[in-house]
Each structure stands twice: as structure tokens, then as C-alpha cells.
């Protein structure tokens, strides 16, 4: 035990100086791992830098000369053609609505399987799980017949009704392992107070697992702001489509050039980054503890 | 106890019924018309296992899961193989030499791609691929290497394996981060053990790292796996399944036979056997999910 104690002062009094002199391998792994950034960062820098490069200037330099000036003709005009207030506004109103849905149903679930130990909760976990990793595809007919049936087909109700059982299903999976190792003392206290389920439930469970749907909100808003295969299939109208579906299809239109289709691509990327930006803690911390849980 | 009890199950009404509606409801329904003749409108006709036998006798169905699996090449053994070791390099390497901010920051530039909708990821891709304005063929000419310049998307010979690039790219950073985060788990005494006891990087790297990471391991193989199976965005964009069908996949196949071509019977069908694997596979999750914590 003492000399496990010691090692760390050892180790970092003598690595700096002898690696830096004695280890080029040091220098190799950072450049092999900068090189590895570029090739994915890259991408998505060469979009950016055509995004604001005029057709003149693409087509006598190429697509990775620096831009001579500042050109936001290209996005402007492709965000009035395609309306895209009106897409960027649909995938927001969806996405929260989802999220927040999305979260309330899987805490509904969550608290009768995780809490409750309702009979039967493996199945009904095995269902929840099963239910998120089916294939859209196996769904998409019927929902899509069912959706016209009820006058519901081309809106985004019908879509909002989707994910958030989808994402539920995830969220109820996730979030019952959470609650089956709820503190019991915290329960018997509230019940010793008087406090009913529904009390317990919004008064002392949620607020105590509140870290973990705030990694739940985070994965549903972004998930459902990505989704592409069944808003395809449901929001035809123009005036009802999301982000992706409305990039998406617009990729085989002919009228697209080279900068068009990377001010379409910077403007379809832009949210993304926004939102990873804001809740890049919660997703790194998220991503596993939500996978392993 | 089962008064108890009782009271919470009111609680599972709503998630019920609400999967009742959206999940088992269509998913019966689609098993149903797998066994029908129908375009959409009017009633399914009964036809028993026509579709199934149709569909395996169909070269274009086989041509869409041999796809699939070079697909799942692409998308989950490359990312986790190379997430592993670049998780391992990041943390136990990078991390310690140079600090953990630098580590993050990599981290973080690995994972963008997975932040992108797969629809930006597509156009993204297809103009970077495209033969005339493409940056890739560019790139190649302003470097002389313009003889390798290709059709990227547009040759049936090549079209698959750059739409495998383009997963391998966007997949690279799921496997990293999820390792990184499974490593923070280890006791940093394990590593201070080995290293006394003169251990190399690479016995480090197998007896403790490999080993205290298996959960994460079973979880981004099998998940990855199922997303590859998915896959629909992607190939919409990038090649719409051709061309000549060399990058058709199940989904995209689904898709046509649904909406395109008024097959209802048929793509439901291609999607109830594409379930079937998913479903197998899911349950081959749990049991090893299962497995490695008893052994923990």
C-alpha cells in the first residue's frame, strides 16, 4: 500500500523532463491523433469555408482556397428559398415537446417499474427496451395509415405522438435501474410525512434524480431534432417539415451548386454544433451512464 | 405488499397504452399484412408465406443484407476496434502526459460528427464525393494524384465503400467517448501497480484496460451493430440505394417497396425480417449485458 502511495510524486517529478528529452514517440501520438482531428473536423471546416464563398471566387480557386471576401448571398438566399425559419421553428417545437413528454412519460414508468416493483417489470422492461430498437420501418406503414385515418397525416402532432413513446421507451429503460436503487429512507420519510405517491413522486423523486433527466431531456431533444426516416415519410408539406427532412430532400434538386449545397450543409449543421455546445457535459457524462445503466 | 404495488401500477397506464397505440398495435399490424397482397388501398389479400418465399428467392434482398454486412463492418467492428485504442491512448496516455484537458478536447472533436443529423451528414458527403465539383477529386488533382480521382458515389464499384468511409467517420466518436468514460471507472492504483511491477504499454493495455471496459465493449458492439441494420438517412441521401442497387440496404429496400412501388406486402415482409435480427440481436445484448456483471 505505501509504495503504491508513493509512486504518483515519483512518476510526475521525473516523466516531464526525461520524456520530453528522451521520447519523440511522445510527439508521434499527438501529431497521429491531430491528424485524426483534421481528417473529421475537416469536413465540416471545408463546408464552412465554402458556405461563404461566392461561385466566381469557387470556381476559379477550388474548394480549398481561402474565400477572397466574405460572401452570405449563397445563405441568405438559401434560407429564404427553403423558408427556413419555418423548418428551424418546426424541429424546435418538436424536439422540446418531445423531450418534455418524453421525460414525464418515462418518470411515469420509471416509477411503478423502478420504485413500485410492479409484477412482471423485467417483461415490461424487455418490451420498453425492444420497443426502441425496433426498426422504424417495421412501424412506419401502419402508423402512416393509421395517422391518415385520423386526419392526423402531414402534422406534427403525429410525429410528437411517436417519438415520444420511442424515446420513452429508451427513458423508462434507463431511468427504472435509476429508481430501483432509489434511497428507501428518503420514501419511508416521505410517507412518514403524509406524502401520498403522486406527492413522494414530485416532491422527493424527481427533484433527487433530477442529473439524470437532464441527460434523458438532453438525448430525447437531440435524437428527435436528428430524426430523418419517419418525418420523411409524414411531413410532406413544405410548411410542416423539419430541418433534416427539408435539406434531405432538397439534395436531389438540380438547381444546387457546389456553394448552395455547403451553405444548405453550414446552415443544417449549425443548430447541431449550438446544441452540442450547450450540452456537451451532460451528453459526455450522459452517453455512458446511459448505455451501461 | 401487493396493495402496495397496486397503487403504482396506475402509474403504467399512460406508457401502456401510449405503446400499445404507437408500438404493438402497428407492429402486429405489419406482421399481418407480411402475409397479404396489398397496395395500400382497399383489403389485404391472404397469401400466407408468398412474400417470405418471393423474398428469399429475391437476389436484390440477399444483394441488401450482404450490403448490411459490410455495412456493420463500417459501422461497428472499425469504430470499436479503433475506438478502443484510441479511448486507451487518450486516457491513459494523453491524459497523463499531456492533461486531461487536451484529452477532452480530442474527445470532443472525435464526437462532432455524431452530433450532425445524418441528413447534413449526407450533404456534407455527397458534395464533398461528388465526380465534377467535389472537393475529394479536387484535392486529389491539386496534389497530382488526379488518376485516382472516381465517381465516388456514382460507380457501382466504389459507391458502397465510400458510403462505408462515410459511416466509419461518422461513427469514430461513439465508441471513444463511451470508453473514455468507462476508463474514468478504473482505480488509478491498478495502472500504478502494473506500472512497478514493470508492465508495458500494451500489457497495461490488455490485462487492465480491455478487462475493466468489457461492459461498455458488449454495449457499443451490439448497439452499433443494430444502428448499421438501420441505417436509412445515410444512404437516402448519399445514393438512394443505387447505383444499380449497390448500396440497396433493408430499410431503404422497405422504404421503396412501401412508398414507392405500392408493395405493402412485400416491404412488410423485408421490415418484419429485418425485426426478427434486430430483436435476436437485442436479446443477445441482455445476456451479455447480464453476464459481464455476475462476473463483475
Known sequence: MTVVKEAPPAVSQQAPSALRHRNPLRWAV???????????????????????????????????????????????????????????????????????????????????????????????????LVANLLPQEVLVYPLYYISKEVGLYDSLFAIIIIFTVIQSAFGTYLLTSVYTEFPRELLDAA?????????????????????????????????????????LVFLVSNDNQTVPVALGVLQGDRMMDATTTSASALIGILPAILFFLIFQRTLTRGIAAGAIK | MAGRNRGYALYLIPGVLASLLVIVVPLVMTVYVSFTKWTGVGDPRWVGFDNYTRLFGDTLFWQSFGNIGLLVFAMAIIPTLLGLVLAAVLFDYVGKKFGDRWAGLFRSGYYLPQVIPVAVTGIIWSWILHPSYGALNRILEAVGLGGLAKNWLGDPDYALYSVMLVMIWFQIGYPVVMFMSGLSRIDPSLYEAADLDGATWWQRFRKITVHMIRPEFYVVLITTTIAALKIFGQVFVLTKGGPSNSTLVPSYFAYKNFFEKAQVGYGSAISTVLTVLIVALAFLFLRLQHRSEELR
Open chain 1, 30 to 128: 499527438l501529431v497521429a491523433l491531430l491528424v485524426l482531428l483534421l481528417l473529421l473536423v475537416g469536413p465540416l471546416l471545408v463546408i464552412a469555408v465554402n458556405a461563404v464563398k461566392s461561385p466566381a471566387d469557387y470556381a476559379a480557386n477550388g474548394p480549398l482556397s481561402i474565400p477572397g471576401s466574405l460572401y452570405w448571398d449563397g445563405i441568405v438566399d438559401f434560407w429564404n428559398r427553403v423558408n427556413f425559419g419555418q423548418k428551424l421553428l418546426n424541429s424546435f417545437v418538436t424536439a422540446l415537446v418531445v423531450a418534455v413528454l418524453g421525460v414525464v412519460l418515462s418518470i411515469l414508468n420509471a416509477y411503478a417499474l423502478g420504485i413500485g416493483r410492479v409484477k412482471g417489470r423485467v417483461w415490461f422492461l424487455v418490451f420498453f
Open chain 1, 191 to 231: 410517507s412518514v410525512d403524509g406524502a401520498g405517491k403522486w406527492r413522494t413522486l414530485w416532491r422527493v423523486v424527481v427533484p433527487v434524480s433530477g442529473p439524470t433527466l437532464a441527460v434523458l431531456f438532453t438525448f430525447f431533444f437531440i435524437w428527435t431534432w436528428n430524426e430523418f426516416f419517419l418525418p
